[in-house]
Each structure stands twice: as structure tokens, then as C-alpha cells.
């Protein structure tokens, strides 16, 4: 059975498939909103630290001092758990990811320095985000998500993406009758849509 309120699973994933139908779109997606993700994550290893992560004994020596505890750290905290109290099976699979993200571009922001890792993100950030602009404008054909709700569009993206994945790929279903209830809700969604578009038209 579903949650309700903020962690209404079926409710944010008919918004975000309502606005991510088509099929090309949707791969430009799952192609392109985990780097942004990652590459935020980049920028933010710069930030101030909350405290240093102490020396743990199996870790190679230094590894505390490229693991910032910043709001890099925060951020994908925040992320993660958010996604486990969506879907506790794919919500847990998003948080590793998430922590692998921080991972990784805490060894990737500490080798390049913010002289040169500020570049790497912006263009990568620009060419993900255009990619996406682009795959609503020409396949989708309708406006991006965070348009209509740019918190919603943005905390969620990552977790629907891998989501659509799981889903597509190996049938995951957080709940019998979830994928049937979503697929009614998208197709309400999109008929309003379309409704209000045509009576601007006309």
C-alpha cells in the first residue's frame, strides 16, 4: 500500500512520468541526471567542513582528509534519505548511489583542485542540462518539470530515473497494482495537460 503526503510515491512519479512520456526523452535523462547530481556534489566539496572525519584504521592513510563532511555531505544525505522514505528496496539502492556519488567526487574535486574542477562542472552541468532542454523541446514536446515545480522536479529526478530503470529493466514493483494505478494517473495528467492546451489554442 502507498504512503501518503510528501511520500506519496504514486502521486510524484505520475507528475514526473506525465512530463517524461517519450521514449527518447527518457533516456537522455537516465543518461543525464545523475551526472548533474554528481557534478553538484563536486562543487560543493569546497565548502567548509562541519568537522574532520577521524583516521579509521582499514582506510589508507589520508582518506579522512579527502572525505569532507561538508555540505557536499549533507546534500546527499539529505537525498538519500528522502529516497529510502519514498521506497525503502529502490530508495536504499538511490542512497548508495548517492553515497558513491560523494565518494567519488570528493577523490575527483581534491585531484582536479576548484582552479580546475569549477570548468569541469559548469560544462558538464550545461551540457546535461541542455541535453534535457533538448529532449523536451524536440521529442517530448512539452515544458520540463521544473517549470511547473522546480523543488519537485529537482529532488526527485534522480530517484525516478533509476526508478524507471529498475522498472523497466527488471520489472520492480514497490507494491502490487503500483505500476496500473501510476499509468492511470500519468494518463489523467497528460489528458489535462493536453485539455488546457487546446483551449489556449482555441
Known sequence: ???GGLFDLERHFAFYGAYHSNPINMVIHILFVWPIFFTS??????TPSFFNLPQ??????GFNRVLLLNFGFLFAL??????VLLDK???SLAAL???????????????????????VVLAAQLFCWIGQFIGHGVF???????LDNLVQALIFAPFFVLFEVLQTTFGYEPYPEFSA???KKIGAEIKEWQDKKQKKIS
Not at 517530448?140 to 521544473?146: F, G, I, S, T, Y
Open 41 to 46: 556534489l563536486v562543487l560543493f566539496y569546497f
Open 56 to 61: 579509521i584504521g582499514f582506510l589508507p592513510d
Open 140 to 146: 517530448e514536446k512539452r515544458a520540463p518539470a521544473l
Open 89 to 91: 528496496k529502490a530508495g
Open 181 to 183: 494505478n501510476v499509468k
Open 1 to 3: 500500500m502507498g504512503k
Open 97 to 119: 548511489l548517492c553515497f558513491g556519488c560523494w565518494v567519488g567526487s570528493c577523490f575527483l574535486a581534491s585531484h582536479l583542485g576548484f582552479s580546475l574542477a569549477w570548468k
Open 78 to 83: 539529505i537525498y538519500a534519505t528522502f529516497f
